[in-house]
């Protein structure tokens, strides 16, 4: 049975429709990446699959839940990264963590060991007693993905995992992504980095106008590859009308 | 807002040539190496910040909900004002209260508009022109802030004073003079107004210079006592400093020279480099937690939400005393207010029950400081439930608004002498109006009580909410003093019938709040 199952799936803010018709399907040991430029329905979609937004139409499965009549039961299986940083909160990173701990119900022990386990893996042990508001944001950020994993879901949705963090921990983080998906779990990627989805993902769908148009097993494409199908699939007149120069610094 | 930081931004492009794609030569702006000079820039930023300001309004409240709220604030005005002289108010006093309201806006504002605080910094993150643009223009952050004060006391003057003044049409009636009396009001009020948000700004000032905050709260309180240490003395200082018009024209003179020296000199003294240091911070929230498990009284705070509500206030700028000095500061007022309403008709209201009723107005300030470090979406990560989120601030609520408004309601029936009765009724109708205030306040303005000023139609639901409890409890506190039984258990029962109202709903708030947040 997959992980996560969407099928025509649609969503509308007035005239605007941000989903249109999206579907795909997510299955254990894969790391899916959710390819699109900023306003394929992305974050819409992540939203719907979190049950923070009641979709329009279609059908969402996810670890057997149904977020839009069950939020509670959805966000209690699953992990979730969200795009926007969190407001700016007056606990500390070790506050934080024990909060997100209690409010999930884990055990005090366990959550005292994730805390550890986590600060040494990202190196923020030093900053473990720091007040929210005065960390980096990359320090921030290594925080929010330490809460999304502290209760080590069968299936974890990321926004855009690796923004703000230096290149070191980007690179540790895309490699306990890669060991936690292989691990019989799942992880959504939600990005518009072709880098990061060909560096990491098993499989990526490429999101335009609010539905999955192409998918494409990342072990069978290179970086290039994967870029000229973006190309194909996204708004291409424009962006292969883009000067040399500029196509050259997506490439890079 | 995004037009004004288009303009901004293109004053700092490379002028390798005047005659670059896309650049434009404007005039009234010079540049010398990497710095802007000259008056031309100063206008610039204005009209930049000015536009900000209006359009950070007109489309957060969808154009023509913000359009009307001058329009409902000269209603509203108006509308009590003539209730009040039909009631046999003299003009004078009215007057005296405009002057009152517009200085406590002046006040909030200066706190709001300067502090850069935590409260600002969530609000506007750095997307504000006049908090990004110092970090990326070379401009500093003192000339910004001085212009920002600027415009943000002639918008309100405008926008919120200007249609306070129209109220004195229906005190002198119509007549050749009217436009004048408007003019000379309006300019009274918002003379009032830039004093009153001066000196919030010089006490922030200061405070960039290590003053410590215990100190400045004792220069206030003296102050304070000072100058209102008798009911004649506040009435000699109202008129000369809140009621400008009513004093002479060199004090009036005087009092616009003074607030524009403190203004020149606090943003002289403002350190724009101020900052602090990186906070750290034991393991409160296990505390909390613990202590919310193990002691029978603290009941709350073993829900985490509540822990974390109170965490976030507790060390925010101003710390967990800022919903004290809310409701201190709106004792203040209507303190003077009682005070000078004596002194000229001769009438003192039952303070038990006029101040009881008041100060759970404070129900509204608390409640915006317990949300103002968060955002109902930072929760949907987790599981639980908005109504979950709204529980766990009325919890909040409850633990930090009751102490916050007992202070003072006990400060001011000692002051005034309440009657037992008068103070027991008084304390049923405080509870049971903060309930009540409270409850309205979330039902209508959700997660964002702050915005809501600003939205005539939100505004004018609160208002009619507030004046329906309000008023007749406050005719009552003036008319039977001290109050009989009858009045008095009367008077209960409202209290604790509006109290259940509230109850019923913020209850009521979670579901609704949900719907409309899940179906957008």
Known sequence: MGVLRVDELRKSYGDVRAVDGMSFDVEHGELFGFLGPNGAGKTTTIRSLTGQIVPDEGTIDVLGTDPTTAPIETRTRVGILPEQATPPSFLTPEEYLEFVGDVRDLDEGAVADGIDRWAERLGFESKLETLHTDLSRGQQQKVMISQAFLHEPELVLIDEPLANLDPLVQEQVKQFLTSYAAADNAVFVSTHNIDVAADICTRVGIVADGKIVAERSVADETSDDLLETFLDHVDDANARDLPSLERDAIQT | ?520
């Open chain 2, 1 to 520: 807002m995004s037009g004004a930081g288009t303009d901004a931004s293109r004053s700092t492009q490379p002028s390798k040539s005047s005659s670059a794609p896309g650049q434009r030569g404007r005039p009234g702006r010079q540049r010398v190496g990497s710095s802007f000079v000259g008056d031309g820039t100063n206008r610039l930023l204005f009209a930049a910040l000015l536009r900000e300001e209006w359009r950070l309004h007109t489309q957060l409240f969808g154009g023509g909900r913000f359009l009307t709220f001058p329009l409902l604030i000269a209603v509203l005005t108006a509308g009590a004002t003539v209730a009040l002289v039909e009631t046999g108010t003299a003009a004078s006093t009215v007057v005296f209260g405009l002057h009152v309201l517009a200085l406590g806006f002046g006040l909030y504002s200066g706190t709001a508009g300067f502090a850069g605080s935590s409260m600002l910094e969530n609000v506007f993150g750095g997307l504000s022109l006049v908090l990004g643009t110092a970090a990326t223009l070379p401009l500093s952050r003192r000339r910004l802030l001085g212009i920002f004060l600027v415009k943000d006391a002639l918008f309100y003057a405008v926008v919120f004073v200007l249609p306070m003044a129209t109220a004195a049409i229906p005190l002198e009636g119509v007549s050749a003079t009217t436009p004048v009396d408007i003019a000379t009001l309006w300019l009274s009020l918002s003379l009032v107004f830039a004093a009153g948000m001066t000196a919030t700004v010089a006490l922030i000032a200061l405070r960039t210079r290590g003053v410590p905050t215990w100190t400045l709260l004792t220069l206030v309180a003296a102050l304070a006592s000072g100058v209102l240490g008798s009911a004649s003395a506040t009435l000699a200082v109202a008129q000369t400093l809140v009621v400008p018009q009513s004093a002479s024209l060199p004090a009036g003179v005087g009092l616009a020279g003074a607030t524009a020296l403190v203004a020149a000199a606090s943003l002289a003294v403002y350190d724009p480099t101020y900052g602090k240091p990186t906070r750290t911070a034991v393991d409160q929230f296990a505390r909390l937690r613990r202590l919310g498990d193990t002691v029978p009284g603290a009941t709350g705070v073993n829900d985490p939400l509540v822990v974390k509500t109170l965490l976030d206030l507790s060390r925010s700028a101003g710390g967990v005393w800022k919903p004290f000095v809310s409701a201190g500061i709106l004792l203040a007022l209507v303190a003077a207010l009682v005070g000078v309403v004596h002194e000229i008709t001769g009438i003192e209201p039952a303070p038990g029950i006029f101040f009881g009723g008041v100060l759970g107005l404070s129900a509204f300030t608390t409640y915006n400081w317990l949300t103002q470090f968060d955002a109902l979406e930072s929760y949907l990560a987790y599981p639980v439930t908005i109504a979950d989120v709204f529980r766990a601030k009325r919890t909040a609520f409850v633990l930090v608004g009751t102490p916050a408004v007992a202070v003072p309601y006990l400060a001011a029936v000692l002051w005034f002498g309440a009657a037992l009765i008068d103070a027991l009724v008084g304390a049923v109708l405080l509870a049971g109006f903060g309930l009540y205030y409270y409850g309205l306040t979330v039902y209508i303005a959700g997660f964002d009580p702050n915005e809501f000023l600003f939205d005539s139609v939100r505004f004018g639901q609160f208002t009619v909410g507030v004046a329906v409890a309000l008023v007749p409890a406050l005719v009552a506190g003036f008319v039977v003093v001290p109050p009989t039984p009858e009045v008095a258990l009367t008077l209960a029962g409202v209290g604790i019938g509006f109290g259940a109202i509230g109850a019923v709903l913020s209850s009521r708030a979670g579901p609704k709040w949900d719907r409309q947040y899940r179906h957008q």
